[in-house]
């Protein structure tokens, strides 16, 4: 049964961690939808006078979810070992955003999703709860998930445009929602 448009407890988690599981695979469907089928060339292009391409927002979408892995899993963030990582988060681009193809960058966020849905299952529901720092204001852990899903949508939305109306050859009749 496909359940990505149930949001709900997901088997295996805690009640609320489950709930954020299917906000996660929600998200992460509708960015997966957006860049489908994309060719290297549109992956790497940033269009007009925009910054970042579609491949720069893929990787920094990885890396971000890295990042609160760091955070929330292990209580750290990126050591000198993941400066790709790193540069990624800071849409500083460099290796690892340019050449690669569609099913490369999939990967990587199926593989970096994995490491989330891992750590999530070794967390009760209380765990969310856990004060952190964000940006250093009061937040708790849930915040930095929930922050994250935030991110990905505004970064769908930002392929979907780029796709859609700003990269050469757009397709203003791409429909992202549809398989």
Do not use: C
């Not at 890396?63 to 929330?72: D, G, K, P």
Request: charged share 25%.
């Amino acid at each position: 049964m496909n359940d990505t448009f149930v949001i709900g407890e997901r088997g295996g988690y805690p009640p609320r961690i489950g709930l954020l599981v299917s906000e996660l695979a929600t998200s992460r469907h509708y960015l997966l939808r957006a860049s489908r089928e994309l060719p290297m060339a549109a992956l790497d292009a940033a269009p007009g006078a925009a910054k970042n391409s579609i491949g720069a927002i893929l990787a920094h979408l990885n890396a971000a979810e890295n990042m609160f892995q760091r955070i929330l899993f292990e209580d750290r963030r990126f050591n000198d070992a993941e400066e790709a990582l790193k540069r990624a988060f800071a849409f500083e681009g460099g290796e690892g955003t340019h050449g690669r193809d569609i099913a490369s960058y999939h990967d990587e966020l199926r593989r970096t999703r994995e490491g989330t849905l891992d750590g999530l299952r070794k967390h009760d529901d209380a765990w969310l709860d856990a004060p952190k720092t964000f940006m250093k204001q009061p937040s708790n852990v849930f915040y930095y998930w929930y922050h994250y899903i935030l991110d990905e949508a505004r970064h769908t939305g930002q392929v979907i445009l780029i796709r859609k109306h700003l990269m050469a050859g757009a397709d203003p009749e791409f429909e992202p929602y549809t398989p």
